[in-house]
Each structure stands twice: as structure tokens, then as C-alpha cells.
């Protein structure tokens, strides 16, 4: 069935194409994959490129930014349709845009979405446990991923740390470090110097919902993308060491989305458990799955930490933060950026960081929030 899926998806990518005249022809497509830590890797080399005075526009799961204009790629969507895509990719063309950074996923691979994309660099930021559920094993994932290196001029593995000069840059914490190394490779392939790439480093800010800190008195609320368990290694120890003071509890709050790869679910839990002291599990977009079925898949690679489950997202939110002491530290992942929450078939409206600001007015054991850090969380 899936192969016939693709065959269809093949056939709009063609009509796309043609559509719209090839338009990846007219612009150095840079294409970014893998599992973890794309957006974060696309942002940082279109921030480059634009501090370059480079003309570029990108797309990601969190945006589109074309000609300096931002639009909405979607619910749950990393690399649109080949429709949607293709006239995206003609607006950067008609603009005059010389680059062109696409955040481009395994899925989008498999489908032929991005059929006809001629890519100048690509690189693979890393490969590791996701998607079993589509791609059966880890080595038809690995496949899938290595087909975008021969769909480009250059093709790049993120193998080799360029730690030494990454270091350099202040502020730089190690959960970014293997991301800011890729977009360090792909520039240096592009023919930017060193200087011009790490002085646009030091002005890098995260996309939103990438190690976010929406909440720092006397505890620390901060919301992240992390979906998988090797981000969640990489992400807790971090905020960890950056975050957590003398005498302060790491606690998460965290699920698994339903229909998708259910064999993650008790790494995912077995990994927070490493890092966290206190654990909430609770939905992320459990579709048509039982929840309590998901969360209990969870739970059970949980070792020797307190957990609740809690279903509601929003409750499970509102006792974490209810439950932070002095020099806390509260940490949900999953959500971030996305603009809805699917349970069953209907999406329902959410935002991480209205929810966050609702469970900040409700508990009366924050030290006196004030009104600006409350507006400051729901506006973002």
C-alpha cells in the first residue's frame, strides 16, 4: 500500500515541478536530515547565511521563512507537500534568493516528495532511534536517510566534531555542539570563512522551543522539542549542568505520540529516568491509540524514579509546577512549537506556552509571577 502511496506522491512531485518550472534550479538548495536536531541545524545556517548578507529563505517544522516572510508549514508537518513545497521554493527563486535551507526528512525521502530538487550541499546530522514504525528497521531508516546524499552535489555525514573551533564560541553548551558543528561543515563547504561563520555563531538565537527557557525565578521552566531517546540524553544531562542549582530536582514532564514508533517508548522512559528525579507522564498526540496503554509503554522502562501519569497534558503541567521547589527545574518536551494536540481523529487547539503561563496563574507556589513574565508566555 505504502509503495503505491509513494508512486502517487512521485507523480505529484513531477506535476509540481513542472508547474512551477523546476524552481530548486535557479537556487542552491541546502537540504538538512536526520534524527535529531534539524531545525536547530537549519536555522543556524540560514542565520549565517543571512549575516553574510547572503540572500536566503528556509523551510522548517517550525516555519517558513521566504523573502523574509514567515508563514505556517502546518500541523505536525517538517517538509511540505510537493505542491506546497515546489511553490515555496518558486517565491525564493522569484525573489532572487541564492540559497534555499530545507529541513528534509526521512518520510519526505521515502515518498518522492522532493523529487526534482536539485541540492547543492546535504548533510546528515545523526541517525538514531525513530520511525521504526514506517521504516520496519533501523537499517531501512539509515537507507532511506543516505538517499538524499545522492541527490546532491555534495553529501555530507556530521561523523567528525569540529570541537576545537566551536568551543569558541561563548555560551555554547554540548547539547548544540554536534549541531553547530554541521552547520560549521556545510558553510565551510559553501566557501564562508572561519571568522564570518563563527562571529554569526556568537549571534545565534534557538528557534523557538529548543532548549527554551520560559520561566526563571525561583525555579526554572523550559520547554523543548525532544521527542526521542537519544534527545533525551542529550538534552537532560545538559540542562542539568547549565540549570540545575545545589540542592534542586530535575523534573519532567513528557509523552509519546500514538500510531508512530512504539518501541521508543520505554527508552524514552529509561532515559529520563537517568537524568530526572521527578517524572510526569502524560499524552502527546495520542490519535486513536489508548492512552493509558501508551503511557503505561512509557513507564515501563522507568527505573527507580517517582513517576505519575497523568493523561491531561494541561494537569500534568499544572502539578509538575505545583510540585517545584527553590532551584527546581521543570522540563516538558514533546510539544513546543506545534499549535495542536491530536487526540483521536480532531486536532485541538494547544500551545505549550499558554499552557505553561495558565499553570503559573493557577499554583500558588510561585513567588509572586509577575504580570510581564505571564505575558511574556503567552505571546511567544
Known amino acids: 500500500m505504502q509503495k503505491l502511496k509513494n508512486i502517487y506522491h512521485l507523480f505529484q512531485a513531477v506535476l509540481a515541478n513542472i508547474l512551477y518550472g523546476f524552481p530548486s534550479r535557479r537556487l542552491k538548495v541546502i537540504g538538512i536530515t536526520g534524527t535529531d536536531g534539524k531545525t536547530t541545524t537549519t536555522h543556524l545556517i540560514a542565520h549565517i547565511l543571512k549575516t553574510a548578507r547572503k540572500k536566503v529563505s528556509f523551510v522548517s517544522t517550525v516555519y517558513a521563512s521566504i523573502g523574509g516572510k514567515e508563514s505556517d508549514t502546518g500541523f505536525h508537518v517538517t517538509t511540505p507537500n510537493p505542491f506546497a513545497l515546489q511553490k515555496l521554493l518558486k517565491q525564493s527563486a522569484d525573489n532572487k534568493d541564492e540559497y534555499f535551507v530545507l529541513e528534509t526528512t526521512s518520510h519526505a525521502l521515502d515518498q518522492n516528495r522532493v523529487w526534482g530538487i536539485s541540492y547543492e550541499v546535504v548533510i546528515i546530522t545523526n541517525i538514531t532511534h525513530e520511525h521504526l514504525d514506517y521504516h520496519k528497521n533501523h537499517e531501512e531508516y539509515r537507507n532511506t536517510k543516505y538517499k538524499l546524499l545522492k541527490m546532491a552535489k555534495v553529501g555530507i555525514k556530521n561523523t567528525d566534531k569540529i570541537i576545537g573551533l566551536i568551543k569558541k564560541i561563548p555560551n555554547l553548551t554540548q547539547f548544540n555542539q554536534y549541531n553547530y558543528s554541521a552547520a560549521y561543515t556545510v558553510c565551510k563547504q559553501l566557501g564562508l570563512s572561519d571568522n564570518v561563520i563563527l562571529k554569526a555563531m556568537e549571534t545565534f ?15 526554572k521552566i523550559i520547554i523543548d522539542f525532544a521527542h526521542t531517546p537519544n534527545a533525551f540524553l542529550e538534552l537532560l544531562p545538559a540542562v542539568r549542568k547549565l ?138
Open 243 to 380: 540549570y540545575l542549582k545545589k540542592g534542586g530536582n530535575l523534573i519532567h514532564v513528557f509523552g509519546s505520540a500514538g500510531l508512530r514508533d512504539f518501541t521508543k517508548r520505554p527508552l524514552m522512559g529509561e532515559a529520563s529516568s537517568k537524568f530526572a528525579d521527578d517524572i510526569y507522564v502524560t499524552e502527546e498526540d495520542y490519535r486513536t491509540e489508548e492512552l493509558q496503554k501508551i503511557c503505561d509503554q512509557i513507564a515501563s522502562g522507568i527505573k527507580e524514579k517517582n513517576y505519575q501519569i497523568i493523561p491531561n497534558r494541561q494537569e500534568a503541567i499544572n502539578q509538575a509546577i505545583m510540585a517545584a521547589k527553590k532551584n527546581d527545574v521543570v522540563v516538558l518536551t514533546g510539544k513546543a512549537h506545534e499549535k495542536s494536540l491530536c487526540r483521536g481523529k480532531a486536532e485541538y487547539p494547544w500551545d505549550e506556552y499558554a499552557a505553561v503561563s495558565k499553570a503559573l496563574e493557577n499554583t500558588t507556589n510561585t513567588i509572586n509571577p509577575t504580570n510581564k513574565q505571564i505575558n511574556v508566555l503567552i505571546n511567544q
Open 205 to 219: 538565537k534557538l528557534p523557538k522551543g529548543r532548549l527554551d527557557l520560559v520561566y526563571d525565578k525561583n525555579f
